[in-house]
């Protein structure tokens, strides 16, 4: 009798005891289809569900589209590392969570830098203060306008720098105008100074096709592979005078200042990359610092100072509903209320308030309303 019960209990024992045992052991032993993580051929981790890894790295990738033109088409996403998702077969405790290949996936080597904006600084100041160049910051501030910052907004100096890169390579199609240029024709029964406009110019308009990579979402390179013309520019014609020349040499004389290039137009202009519009009210003629600055044609002085954006700045008012400006200034040798000459010195090119860099901002207001600098040149 007692044999009976102790060999019951071991069947007992056996059965609920030792097979369950067996069961999962037999079971810790199998293998699962897995896929490695493989980074530069170093196996950063091991999960089971491909689908939930190939979302989560999507959704990693696409966070730095996060500035870029919905428009815009994307050709490429990739890592600058070589990665792969290797198939593999592993045991269950030989897998890694997703919250661990989230936080792998994730990790950062440095976090962005960002300065908050004083009174008085602008984009060519900070990029000097902080050994970068204008184009350096504009890259890592896409969605800022470096005409108009202002005190207390922030400004990133050093790029969020993620372990893995992300590549992306797309292109977008913009319109730009194309500037009209001027023709003069010179006549010798009108003074110098004096200026008829003969055809007023209109500018053209481009359709440009950009193809853009960008590394961690900062525009890497950026190239204008296509462009088509759709609307010619008209150029203006202007008659000056010719009896007593005032020469002002330099390579360009723009009138106003004596000037290297014209650096940037009037009007709109869409970023390509995020394909902000912005508009420029003025004409910016890139100079040498101190070079001077001259009156449009005779007028009054309204203002003469520090103007916030403008930095140091004048308008002067020419009767008839025309005003100037006359912004970015290193110096102002006018005064509010003082009346003046065309030609006559008013002031010197400078960097001041929302700059990029030396140049004189020009604008010319007609009944309230910015216009065209270029025709009134
Ligand atoms: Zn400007």
Known sequence: MLKRIIAILLVVIF?????????SW???LKKEPAYEFVVDG??????????????MIDEYQ????????????IKKISFAQDVQLVPTEVRKDQLDSLAYARERIYAVENEAVEITIKKGD????????????????????PDVDPHRIYPGE????????????????????????????????????MFSHEKQIVRSGVEGEKEVVYHITLRNGYQDTLEAIK?????????????????????????VNYGVVQGKRISSAYGWRIHPITGQKRFHEGLDIAANPGNAVYAYTDGRVIEAGWNGGYGLCILVDHGNGLRTRYAHLSRIDVRAGQKIKVGQRIGAVGSTGNSTGPHLH????????????????
């Open 26 to 28: 037999a079971d810790y």
């Open 62 to 73: 696409r966070q730095f589209l996060a500035n870029v033109d919905p428009h815009a088409a």
């Open 42 to 55: 170093e196996v950063w981790f091991t999960v089971a569900d491909r689908k939930a890894l190939e979302e």
């Open 362 to 377: 020009f604008e010319v207001i007609k009944n309230g309303k910015t216009q065209n600098p270029l025709n009134y040149l």
């Open 227 to 251: 462009e088509t013309t759709l609307k010619e520019p008209v150029n203006a014609i202007v008659r000056i005078g010719t009896r007593t020349t005032v020469s002002r040499g330099g390579r």
């Open 154 to 189: 922030k400004l990133v100096i050093s790029p969020f720098n993620p372990v893995l890169d992300v590549l992306i390579e797309l292109e977008n199609t913009v319109v730009e105008t194309v500037p009209f240029t001027i023709q003069y024709q010179k006549n010798n029964s």
């Open 122 to 141: 602008n984009f060519w100041s900070l990029a000097r203060a902080y050994n970068l160049t204008v184009a350096d910051l504009e890259i890592l501030n």
């Open 15 to 23: 059965v609920f005891g030792i097979f369950p045992v067996l069961i």
